[in-house]
């Protein structure tokens, strides 16, 4: 039987990429707090289907949510990192992506006790040309990563990436890393998002399936993921253009309805569960 990756970006409302050019950094502080109750929803949606599941959580978050972050990791899922501060690989210099990819994990391991293998990239951000955020993230010990979305978008994407998990050898990084992307669906010889975010609220749910089918007769993990405040739909209103509040705001209350059915219809766990079977596989095929 195949066992997905359930996965949540565990950040604030006010904290999305698309926000950027209306919130600042520094007025953050400032924003009502509301990801603890609406991970209190996630987590008991989790439990009642007897779910696992990966966060990847931000270090600013972590540092003022540290009873929360514990309370995840004792319900049983896996602790991982978006990064200190939500800013893109794009948008980084290679020095700054090694200071918040080390300082993330740090604070995070700190607060569990447990080491932290996996990272995800705010905005799916290592995009092509950005490769050498890969090398980074296996100089500082992370074990597997989760940012390269193999689809052309605006602004992110990997179009030449693999669909599946898969070893990433990486010639400069000293190694290795396992990839884990987000899932697509395949349909008329195109790679569609569907397996998460603006895409699991807006597109018909029968598509998602669909997604999760194919991967299931390709006999691999699918990878789905979600916001928690994608289920918080009086979340106050973030001043915004016409296609962010259609993205950011459509389909909110049909998120925790479609959540339930899918972890009815699909067994989910977390990355760390499947990280090192690809690990392995790799190493076989290369003998
Ligand atoms: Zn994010």
């Not at 049983?76 to 690989?89: C, L, N």
């Amino acid at each position: 039987m195949t066992v997905h990756h359930f996965t949540v970006d565990l950040e604030e409302y006010f904290q999305v990429a698309a926000f950027e050019p209306h919130v600042a950094r520094s007025a953050w502080g400032r924003f009502e707090s509301r990801v603890a109750w609406q991970v209190e929803l996630l987590l008991e949606l989790l439990e009642r289907h007897e779910a696992r599941g990966t966060f990847f959580v931000l270090g600013w978050l972590a540092e003022r949510q540290v009873e929360l972050i514990r309370a995840i990791a004792r319900a049983g899922h896996e602790i991982a990192s978006h990064g200190w501060d939500h800013a893109r690989v794009t948008n980084q210099t290679p020095a700054q992506f090694r200071a918040s990819i080390r300082r993330s994990k740090a604070v995070l391991e700190g607060i569990t006790g447990t080491p932290v293998l996996g990272f995800r990239a705010p905005n799916f951000s290592i995009v092509p040309g950005r490769e050498w955020a890969l090398d980074l993230l296996i100089e500082e010990g992370y074990r597997y990563d989760s940012s390269l979305f193999p689809v052309r978008r605006p602004g992110y994407g990997y179009p030449s990436g693999s669909s599946d998990p898969h070893w990433l050898e990486r010639p400069a990084g000293g190694g290795g890393l396992v990839e884990i992307p987000p899932t697509t669906l395949r349909w008329w010889g195109m790679r569609l998002p569907a397996a998460g975010g603006a895409y699991f609220r807006l597109l018909p749910y029968a598509l998602v399936q669909a997604a999760f089918r194919q991967c299931e007769r390709r006999g691999v993990p699918g990878t789905f993921y979600i916001h928690p405040w994608e289920l918080d739909a009086d979340q106050p209103r973030v001043s915004c253009s016409w296609l962010t509040r259609v993205r950011h705001y459509g389909g909110l209350r049909a998120t925790a309805p479609r959540l339930d059915r899918l972890l009815t219809e699909f067994p989910f766990t977390a990355v760390r569960d499947t990280v090192p079977s690809v690990r392995a596989s790799a190493a076989v095929n290369a003998a």
